[in-house]
């Protein structure tokens, strides 16, 4: 049916979205720029129209801003000044002197609006009418659907079928507030609103508030998850995956995010939003299901999964001196599992440090502080007096021994971990940081407690690898047989006895390997702390009892 003309169904838009350096003008400037003309009436995705915008001389991309959007400030060099993007963004509201400005959908506009209407200050001809009229889908977006956990634009977007990349670009916004406003459309015509006028009307008027949030997940289909351990997933309309998630019940796990507020949580509202569907997969316990989880979380790689997704590509295996390592293990590099080449390269470093002290070359001392780089580095006086506290206090003498670090590492591992600055942030004041030697001394036994903790998992990671692990469930023994790190066989036993022997298997482990043992490792400990027994059955060897493994299990 063909929309009747003057209507908001026929009206031609302009779609508009930009990028800056800060929040006004004032403050920074336009970047990137992308419009297209939209109806709601098109079947198709309009023409973009988008341009990198040339920043004023000395400016440039502050680094949130290019975390945020992937631009940098040496992308923008070359690109059009804003008096030649602003000349093309008339040229598109043709036909020119039109008596009305051109009807524009922004969402969020009160952002685009400075920066449009500072453009229009400063490079239009004296007293020309501002040339758009801006409309915020935002604003509409909190009319029509008032219910909804948010309205930001990565959110209404997914929820209405388009799935938008986390980095944010004027272009892919466009391409949403165009989808925002085709959808919105159909939904004001029912309730009246049909014209330019009747918009402008609901707009001026206050947005209501919502009894309760409605939630694109049906509540009938979310009730029918089981009371049992499992796996979750939530998609899109579109079918994109969101989230995978695991639970002791998923119908208790799943239903818990229909029924709590998550005021504050931006990304829990945001999933919520886009979720149209949720799905699940049973299975025979809350290992399996940890175990299941970290696989499709790195296989299937959703949006709102971070924690899990990999990180690396591969395992190492270490030298004896700690300072070589290579993927495969082998003559001369027995120590591994280990998730990166450098993992226990502060050990000997830290050895060299506390032999020599401040003098040592910087690469030692960025090595045995654990730091990302040399411009981060302490000065000589400061390194000086940290190592020296670090010496009285872990009893450690003038020349450690390796093992001397590791019992200094073990007695760290049962004090209290405080909590500190993220290290590889480049805003944070190192210099300030450094003038007390505390911080010094702090971040030298974080590093060696780090470090040696990745040694000590590294063992038991060579042990389980090839394990059997078995644990009390019920009346029965549930067991898992690993295969250089994957789940071969898994069954139940009426008693430990039972289980079924181990088999090694020289495959090389992979890194998915490598967390799958890292999450079999946490899940384990978790039951035995709350009093299930367990054992793990070693190839070549007698099976670690319960008490022998929860100990063990305690620093791995």
């Not at 990137?32 to 920043?55: G, T, Y």
Request: hydrophobic residues 45%.
């Amino acid at each position: 049916m063909e929309p009747r003309p003057g209507s908001l169904g026929a009206l031609e838009v302009l779609a508009l979205d930009c990028q800056a350096t800060g929040a006004t003008p004032r403050h920074g400037h336009v970047m990137e720029i992308a419009w297209a003309r939209a109806s709601a009436a098109a079947p198709a995705e309009p023409p973009l129209h988008h341009f990198l915008v040339a920043l004023p001389e000395g400016a440039s991309v502050p680094r949130i801003v290019s975390q945020v959007t992937g631009l940098t400030t040496g992308e923008l060099h070359g690109a059009p000044v804003p008096a030649d993007v602003w000349r093309a963004l008339l040229d598109t509201l043709q036909p020119p002197g039109a008596a009305a400005p051109f009807p524009a959908v922004i969402h969020f506009a009160s952002f685009e609006q400075r920066f449009l209407e500072d453009w229009h200050r400063t490079l239009s001809t004296a007293g020309a009418p501002f040339p758009l009229e801006l409309f915020c889908t935002h604003q509409l977006a909190r009319r029509i659907f008032p219910g909804l956990p948010t309205r930001g634009l990565h959110a209404l977007a997914g929820h209405l079928g388009l799935v938008l990349e986390e980095q944010r670009r004027a272009g892919d916004h466009v391409r949403a507030t165009a989808l925002v406003w085709k959808a919105l459309v159909p939904r004001l015509a029912e309730r009246g609103v049909h014209t330019l006028e009747d918009l402008r009307a609901l707009l001026a008027a206050p947005a209501p508030k919502a009894a309760r949030t409605d939630y694109p997940v049906q509540r009938q289909a979310r009730l029918q998850a089981p009371d049992a351990p499992g796996v979750y997933r939530m998609r899109a309309s579109s079918g994109e995956l969101l989230y995978v998630g695991k639970a002791t019940s998923l119908r208790r796990r799943v239903n818990s995010y229909f029924t709590r507020k998550w005021t504050g949580d931006g990304r829990k509202q945001q999933m919520l939003t886009m979720a149209a569907t949720v799905e699940w997969t049973v299975t025979r316990s809350v290992v399996e299901a940890a175990i299941l989880e970290s696989d499709q979380i790195k296989e299937l790689e959703p949006r709102f999964n971070q924690a899990l997704r990999a990180r690396a590509t591969g395992v190492w295996f270490a030298a004896r001196s700690l300072q070589e390592a290579r993927p495969s293990p082998g003559e001369g590099f027995p120590l591994g599992p280990l998730p990166s080449p450098h993992a226990l390269a502060p050990l000997p470093a830290l050895r060299r440090l506390f032999a020599e002290g401040a003098a040592v070359p910087e690469e030692v001392q960025r090595h045995a502080l654990g730091l990302p780089g040399l411009r981060w580095l302490p000065e000589p006086a400061e390194l000086a007096e940290g190592v020296s506290r670090v010496r009285r206090r872990r009893a450690l003498g003038d020349a450690p021994t390796l093992a001397a670090l590791l019992r200094a590492a073990a007695a760290l591992w049962t004090e209290p971990e405080e909590d500190g600055e993220d290290d590889g942030d480049e805003a944070f004041d190192w210099g300030s940081y450094w003038t007390d030697p505390e911080n010094v001394a702090k971040t030298l036994e974080d590093a060696l407690r780090h470090a040696a903790h990745l040694m000590r998992r590294a063992r038991w990671f060579g042990q389980l690898r090839d394990a059997v692990v078995a644990w009390e469930q019920a009346d029965r023994w549930r067991w898992l047989m690993l295969s250089a790190g994957k789940v071969a066989d898994r069954g139940d036993a009426p008693s430990p006895a039972e289980v079924p022997a181990p088999r090694p298997d020289p495959a090389p482990l992979d890194f998915p390997g490598y967390e799958r043992l890292r999450i079999l490792t946490t899940e384990l400990r978790t039951l035995m702390q709350r009093g299930a027994a367990a054992e793990v059955h070693v190839p070549g060897d007698r099976p670690i009892p319960a008490t022998r493994l929860l100990r063990r299990l305690r620093w791995v």
